[in-house]
Structures are given as C-alpha cells and as structure tokens.
C-alpha cells in the first residue's frame, strides 16, 4: 500500500518489479504483517453479509430451533400447546410399556453388530488407529448391539410409536442396501470407463445423465417400468417366463425395487468421483506394477485401491447421508407400503409435522437423524481414514 | 489393407494371422462395444418416455410395451399446455430454478473472495462454521424453516420457494476454493495501482471466475429443479407447485394410466430444460460435482 503513496510515477515499474524480482519479497512481507490489508478489509464484512444474513436466518437459526423444539409439545394450529415438554418426544421415540431386555431380542442384528468388534480389535493390535477411538467405538457398539437393542416391550407392552421404528429401520434396511450396491456399481463402472477411448467421455454422459432428471421423473418412470402389464421390466420378466407381479406391491420386493430404481438414478453421481480419483492415480505406477508382473487383480489391489482409497471414503460417507435421506422415491412410488415395508423416517417425520401438525415430536425425530447421520459419518472417517495412514 | 495382406501371406499362416488380429481386435472393441451396449440398455427407460409421450393415448390403452411410437402425434403435449396447471408449474419452475441460481452465484462468489482472499477478525472461527453447514440435511431444518416463512407469510410464493437455497454454503465452499487457487501476483498488480477490492473482485476476479460459476450456476439450477420436500410443505396450492411437486402429486393414482401418454408428457416437460442443459454443459456439470465433493 505504501509503495503507491509514494509516487505514482513508479507504478510502471512497479508492474516488473511484482511480476519478476518481487515474489520472493512479498512473500516474506505477506505473512507477518496481519496489517497489510487492514484498512480496505473491513470492507470484507460487506462482502459477506449477503451470504452471512441467508447462512444465519435460514440454516443456523432453524438448526439450533429445531434442537429446541424437540424439547416442547409445538403444536402448529393450536398455539395454546407450545410448552415446555422436556425429554416427552424422546421418551415416546425410544420407549413403551412394560419395557424388559433379554438376550435374544434381534439377535442378529446385534451379532452382526458386535462382530465388528473382531476388525477393531485387529487394528488394535496392529496400532493402525488411535487406540481412544478404538475404544470409543468399541464401548458404543457394545452399548448399542449389545445392550441397548436388547431393550424391547414385554408381554402385553408395546412401544409408545412403533411407526417410528418401523420407518427407521426401513431407512437403515434402503442404507445397508443401497451403499454397497450404489459404491459397487459406481466404482466398477468407472474402473471399466477408465481407458483412453475416445468414447468414454460419452459413456460418462450416458450412465450419469439420469441424475439429472428429477425424483419426480424418475418414479414417474420406474412406477410404470415395473409394472407388469404396462412396463418394459414386465416384458422382459415374460421372456423369462417369470411370474409377473409388481414388485413396488410386494412387501418382500418393494424395498429391492427402491434400491434398483434408485440405483439406476444416482450411481453416475459416484461414477464421476471415482472416474476423477482414477484419472489422479499415476500410470507409471501401473506400468511398474506391469513390470514386477502383476496380474489385473493384484494391479487392482495394489495400485488402485491404495490410490482411490480417499476418492472411497468420500464416495462412501457421502452416499451413506444420501442414503439415510432418503424420501421421495418411496414417498412417491408407494407412500411406504405395501404395509409399510418401504415407510422410512422421513416420511414419518413429514406425516407427524405435516399431517398431524405434531412439530415438537417431528423435530425430536429429525434431531435424532441428524445425530445418527453425524456418528455415523464421524466414524467412517475415522475407520476409512485410519487405513490410509497405514498404508 | 488386412485382406490384401493375408492373401500374401504362406498359406499355412493366414488363419493364425487372422486369430490373433481378431483376439486383438476383440479385446480392444469388445469391451467397449458391451459398455456402449450397457449404456444404451441404461438410457431405454427415458427413451421409453419420450416415446410414450409421443404415442396416441387409445393406442396406449392397448400396449404400453414399446420401444417406438407405433403412430407419433404431439396432442399429448397439447393437451398438457392446454389442459391443468403443468405450464404454471413449469413456469413456477423457472422461476424458483433462476432466482436461486442467481442470488446463490452473487452471495456465493462475493463471500468466497472474502473467505479465500481478504483478512478479518474472526476468520478462523466463521469459514469452520460456515463449512460444517454443509454436512446439515435440509431434513433437520425444515420444519423451522417452515414457521420462519409462515411467519413472513412467504408460503406459497416465489421467494418462499427459492430463498432457503441461498442459505446452502455449497456455493461458498466451491468459490473460496477457486479463489483461493488462483494466484495473487495477478491482484498485487491491481492493489498497487490503487484499486479498491470490491474493483478488484469485479473487474479482475469474477472475469477469472468465469468456469467455477457456470459449474456452480448448472449444479444449482439442476438441484434446485428437482428439490421435492422444501417445496412440498412450503408451496401446498396447487397454483404454486413446482414441476416437480406438480408431476409427483399427479403419481400413485392409477386412473392415470389411462392418461399414460399426458402423464408421459408432463415427465418430458419436467426433463428437458435439464436434459438440454446436460447436453450443453455437461462438463461444467460434472466439473461441478467434482468441486462441491471436495474432491479434484
């Protein structure tokens, strides 16, 4: 600043000297002097006020609201019930009547659940992850699988909303579905487009272009696809000499039929991440990896998955919160049913909020999404992440 | 050039030859034809509803199986336009898409430079919480959001719709990473010669900015369009539905069936100004998907 104070007649070479000789010095100059800028950057805020009044009013502001409102009964039509209800919402969530626990309530899911312990206590011995977050994780899934889950209404109890555990363990049942198979289909796309062609530009565009339609558009197809009489899925099931039925109407499909249509719609979106994490791995390391010998599987070990393990992790924290929000698809396709096999705790939070106007107790549930999808998020990228150091 | 080539060859070669080209040949094309094959078979359910939208709606009563319009008429697109609410919701559309796209690029791109280039108190501490506002679902916010634009009386109109968006710190992230790649000899030059920083921004750094805002401007437009559940509690007349709204409340009633080719209709309607803006934009598109991931 004090260069143009002295004399705009140097200004000419002042433009050689900051394009040629300067950056060494400027460099040196910039760093310890938080004052340089000082007087033009207040102007800064005006920069971001625009964007800080919208962040405020419309994501901090209803974030820390709804933290609030799950603690009040908020009726939205009748004003004289908003009050103070305490942790109510959560004990109509998460308790019944006659509540007891025994061992073998949803024992397979906790076995699952607790056999995780087996890789945590692997990477223990190895050290690969701090041993803090072993051990927290390690206690939460020995609270959840283990005693938590265990927890369940006795004889003649029931749980004050069963709807909500009926909806969040469909959602978790479209998450553990559609993450391995969305990631999967996703990253063998990509590893089959990563050649130089000159059509993969055009097979990207073909396998991601329906990603682009919207959640409307999509069911609008896939209801009609997947019907037997009207849609293409039908004919080829005739060629077959299946059986045709619809699948959306099958409590045993419906959820598969969800996972396929939305698979078709969104896998493009994981194509293009991993395509770009493809594109960054270095071809000479195939080239040494040639060398040495390796086979297509041991250069897909060895080189490729070391390489995209970020490009993984990414893809995967990012699908596994998409996944848990899901809504529209089977909002649209089968309203949650047939027999709620596909009602999952979006739709419950919008039909307690919107039809019911209980907002206090939609709020609590989608607090508790919310939390669910930061724990699991956090320990993701502490597991995934963990791996990449070692390697 | 293969055939003469062969046939100059000993006799006993010609078949080995001709093995090992085709083995070479295969290898390269094969799987590349299997792909194209894929890619098509990908694409049939959107062919299919152009074609049903472009089929008589009696002849769809008697099949609904097939690839091509048996007799290809636009009385379905006609009727759409004409009959119900699918042009206002259309236009409803373009509007909330455009206003968002638009306010998002100003806030965005302004806040980014402020972010990746101006020094102010509290910057250390307000970029974390700007950012940790991406990992936010909408699904956590929406049911104050709603009480916030019930209390404006913003229901069921345009700034209700498109204002909620601007408040997303996706556009924020992707342009203070690109400010921030870019080099500073370039605005030195400017700062010397005296310039305020909002000339700067504006006549040198927005010129630059040109590729992350088409990237960022596709990527909300498209997200924007196809949003269901804001506009679903916030815009509850029908005049007021989105195409996306609109299109999904038309769904799930099988007396729509017999109006398969209308219904077909309203879904290209809904498609198009996105499937040509893909078509055009595609690598901005992708580009753009690339920056709001956080990766490369």
Do not use: C
């Amino acid at each position: 600043m004090s260069v143009v104070r002295d004399g705009e007649g140097d200004q000419a070479t002042m433009h050689v000297q900051s394009g040629v000789a300067a950056p060494k010095k400027a460099k040196a100059a910039r760093t310890p002097d938080p004052t340089r800028f000082s007087p033009t950057d207040l102007g800064a805020w005006g920069f971001l006020l625009p964007f800080l009044a919208a962040y405020a009013l419309f994501m901090l502001y209803p974030v820390g609201q709804a933290l609030v409102m799950g603690f009040f009964d908020w009726d939205f039509l009748d004003i004289t019930r908003r009050q103070w209800a305490g942790w109510d919402n959560y004990r109509r969530m998460f308790w019944g009547t006659e509540m007891t626990w025994s061992v073998d309530h949803l024992v397979v899911l906790r076995v699952i659940g607790l056999a995780l312990l087996i890789p945590l206590a692997r990477s223990w011995r190895k050290g690969s992850l701090p041993r803090a977050s072993i051990a927290t994780l390690a206690i939460m899934l020995v609270a959840i699988f283990g005693v938590i889950l265990g927890i369940h209404p006795g004889e003649g109890g029931r749980w004050f909303d069963s709807q909500f555990w009926l909806s969040f363990g469909n959602t978790l049942l479209f998450v553990a579905m559609s993450t391995p198979a969305i990631v999967g289909t996703g990253l063998a796309l990509a590893l089959a487009l990563n050649r130089p062609s000159r059509l993969t530009g055009l097979l990207r565009a073909m396998f991601f272009a329906p990603y682009v339609l919207s959640v409307a558009v999509m069911t609008l197809i896939w209801a009609f696809m997947l019907n037997p009489s009207l849609g293409l899925v039908g004919l080829v099931g005739d060629w077959f000499g299946a059986t045709p039925i619809n699948l959306l109407n099958s409590s045993t499909w419906a959820m598969s039929a969800i996972v396929l249509a939305t698979l078709w719609w969104t896998v493009g979106f994981n194509l293009v991440l991993f395509l770009a994490g493809l594109q960054d791995i270095d071809v000479q390391q195939y080239e040494a990896a040639s060398l040495d010998g390796a086979n297509a599987w041991q250069k897909f070990r060895h080189v490729t998955v070391p390489g995209l393990r970020r490009t993984i992790r990414l893809v995967v924290v990012l699908q596994v919160i998409y996944s848990f929000q899901i809504f529209g698809q089977v909002f649209i396709m089968t309203r949650g049913g047939p027999d709620g096999a596909t009602r999952v705790l979006i739709q419950h939070i919008f039909e307690r909020g919107f039809r019911d106007f209980e907002l206090g107790y939609a709020s609590a549930m989608s607090v508790f999404l919310f939390i669910v999808i930061i724990l699991v998020s956090v320990v993701q990228f502490m597991f995934l992440g963990g791996e990449e150091d070692e390697a | 050039m293969s055939s003469t080539t062969t046939t100059e060859v000993p006799r006993s070669d010609p078949a080995a030859d001709l093995r090992a080209r085709r083995v070479h040949l295969l290898r390269k094309h094969v799987p590349t034809g299997l792909l194209l094959l894929l890619a098509f078979i990908w694409l049939i359910p959107v062919w299919w509803m152009f074609s049903l939208s472009l089929t008589p709606n009696e002849l769809l009563q008697l099949n609904t199986q097939i690839l091509l319009p048996p007799q290809v008429t636009l009385d379905n697109f006609v009727s759409v336009i004409q009959v119900g609410l699918s042009g206002r919701w259309f236009l409803n559309s373009l509007i909330v898409a455009s206003s968002t796209t638009l306010l998002t690029l100003i806030v965005s791109a302004m806040a980014g430079y402020a972010f990746a280039r101006l020094k102010f108190p509290g910057k250390k501490i307000l970029f974390p919480v700007v950012i940790a506002g991406l990992m936010v679902p909408q699904e956590v916010m929406f049911i104050p959001l709603f009480l916030i634009f019930e209390q404006f009386g913003l229901h069921n109109t345009h700034p209700g719709l498109f204002l909620p968006r601007v408040g997303i710190p996706l556009g924020v992230f992707i342009m203070t990473t690109f400010f921030a790649a870019i080099p500073r000899e370039i605005e030195e030059a400017a700062e010397v010669d005296g310039a305020s920083k909002w000339r700067i921004f504006r006549q040198i750094m927005l010129p630059m900015a040109g590729p992350a805002l088409t990237a960022l401007a596709i990527f909300t437009f498209v997200l924007t369009w196809n949003d269901y559940l804001w506009p679903l509690v916030s815009a509850t007349e029908r005049e007021m539905f989105t195409i996306t709204t609109g299109l999904a409340s038309l769904q799930g009633n099988f007396a729509q069936a017999t109006e398969l080719g209308a219904l077909m209709a309203r879904g290209v309607l809904a498609s198009v100004p996105l499937l040509v803006m893909f078509v055009i934009f595609q690598r901005q598109l992708i580009r753009g998907i690339s920056l709001g991931s956080g990766g490369k």
